[in-house]
């Protein structure tokens, strides 16, 4: 891990803060272009554009009154715009609070009230949810805004405005709800943002050559962290396109831009591994995903398909994004979440804090120069979080002889069935081997004999019929009889017609346990 007084580095760059990354990688890259545009009215933007971008955004935010670190939230899709204000406000030494623009009137109210941002940048329809009750700025127009501030940009002679400080500052505060449905006010300063991306960048050994195609939300750090940032590092390119139309389009993007990297949620290799589109392009040197379980069957599955690597990562918001991938080395039938990126360290441990040893179980704890500052107006919920310098995760992991990170489960999903402890992720994680099945999630329901009855509530892929004695007998092979699900219940069945999702595809476990408690028991 890097020394906590170093500056973040890679190749000929180093930086305290995402303004000395954006100005010297104007300096080093120039006219090289930086972000191709998925907009069909989009321009191609170079280096030397997004630092005068940066000076733009500087401008139009003194003009309307939001101080240096001072918050602007921006509530918007994927776009070009999207991407350059994450950077132009930062730069500018504000700290960008964004938003997910499909949120309802009420949770967008509860964000903004807690972040107090001086600005809030957006569309009509977001506007609309909120009435009048935040000082707005329209990106109705995104062409126009964007010229307008490279406008402003170009007329200001002269660097970015010195940041100074340590990189220690906020530069983001991310509303994450993991797995449990409820919003945290993440805080990533620049150091951690840059600590990630440049760890990213080294172990993607990322040059002038490469292009990251950006499909996750920019309101996530997903979004931010590897795609966005690392190019910046290496002199490459980023293309920031919708998650949704990326979903739906996947390789109509490859093709056309032919990146060489992508960091998707696992619902992508699932969802694409069962289409018939097949790329044109050979760029792509892998995919990185993450965010959810993800059986070895589904990987080899798309390795075999498409000819493309898959790397599984592992990490979380409080981590700018990453904090394991696995090796780039050649697939083989054992997989894992990989070794820590040389910014951060993982540990395992027991319910006394000692470390647990090579292929037991016990709670991952991560630390790292790309670590989160603070839960914003969260002290209890931070110290609680954070102790000793490490983030409790909550999630059961073990560590193998090389210090490769597997994930079992949350620590609190632990289900006992007559007095035997097993995990949801055992039974979940054989689901690409029930024919037919296209997600599942396995419930607890009281049961007064056993304790609990196990439920596995499903999805069926299109065309596809109920088979629950075949996937029983499937789930035989996998696990031991106490673990399989007693009963198959449709999602329907719990009046609802899709899992509920996170906006980064996590399935909200608590809401479907929620539905299963109160339709079948």
């Given amino acids: 891990m890097a020394r906590p007084d170093s500056a973040p580095e890679w190749g000929s760059l180093t930086a305290t803060n995402i303004a000395g990354l954006v100005t010297g990688a104007a300096g080093a890259y120039g006219d090289r272009p930086y972000l191709m545009p998925a907009e069909p009215e989009g321009r191609v933007l170079t280096f030397a554009d997004i630092l005068t971008f940066a000076k733009g955004c500087a401008a139009l935010l003194d003009e309307h009154g939001v101080p240096r670190g001072g918050r602007v939230a921006v509530v918007a899709p994927n776009s070009s715009l999207a991407a350059l204000l994450f950077l132009g406000v930062v730069a500018a030494q504000r700290v960008i609070v964004p938003l997910n623009p499909k949120a309802g009137a009420a949770e967008l109210d509860v964000l903004l009230a807690h972040a107090r941002p001086g600005l809030v940048l957006g569309r009509a329809p977001s506007a609309a949810k909120l009435e009048g009750r935040w000082a707005w700025l329209s990106a109705d127009d995104e062409q126009a805004l964007l010229s307008d501030v490279l406008s402003r940009g170009a007329a200001c002679a002269g660097p970015l405005p010195p940041a100074g400080g340590d990189g220690t500052e906020d530069a983001t505060i991310v509303y994450t709800s993991g797995s449990t449905g409820t919003p945290k006010g993440v805080v990533l300063s620049h150091r951690s943002l840059l600590s990630g991306s440049a760890s990213m960048a080294r172990w993607a050994g990322a040059d002038e050559d490469d292009l990251i195609l950006n499909v996750n939300p920019m309101f996530h750090a997903g979004g931010q962290m590897f795609p966005t940032l690392t190019p910046l590092w290496s002199g490459g390119r980023t293309v920031c396109v919708r998650s949704e139309a990326g979903l739906a389009r996947f390789w109509g993007y490859v093709d056309r831009f032919e990146p060489t990297w992508t960091l998707v949620v696992n619902a992508y290799l699932a969802h694409l591994a069962e289409r018939p589109e097949r790329p ?242």
């Fill in 280 to 521: 044109v392009s050979r760029r792509l040197k892998g995919v990185l995903a993450g965010g959810s379980p993800l059986s070895p069957e589904l990987i080899h599955r798309f390795e075999g398909t498409f000819g493309i690597p898959v790397h599984q990562v592992y990490g979380m918001t409080e981590m700018a994004s990453v904090t394991t991938v696995e090796p780039r080395r050649e697939p083989g039938d054992r997989r894992t979440a990989g070794l820590p990126i040389d910014c951060s360290e993982v540990r395992v441990v027991a319910e006394d804090g000692s470390d647990r040893p090579a292929g037991q179980n016990g709670e991952v704890l991560l630390r790292g120069d790309n670590m989160f500052t603070r839960y914003e107006d969260a002290p209890e919920l931070t110290e609680r979080r954070l102790r000793n310098g490490w983030i409790h995760t909550g999630d059961l992991g073990q560590l193998d002889e090389n210090g490769e990170l597997s994930i079992v489960d949350r620590l609190d999903s632990m289900v006992i069935v007559n007095g035997e402890n097993m995990y949801p992720a055992e039974v979940e994680g054989v689901v690409p081997h029930l024919e037919g099945v296209e997600d599942a999630v396995l419930v607890a329901l009281p049961h007064p004999v056993t304790g609990v009855e196990l439920v596995l509530v499903y999805t069926l892929l299109p065309g596809a019929t109920a088979r629950a004695d075949d996937w029983r007998a499937t789930l035989l092979k996998f696990v031991s009889t106490f673990k399989v699900p007693r009963r198959f219940v449709p999602l329907a069945d719990l009046g609802a017609d899709a899992f509920p999702r996170t906006p980064l595809g996590k399935i909200v476990r608590p809401d479907v346990q929620r539905l299963a408690t109160e339709r079948l028991s």
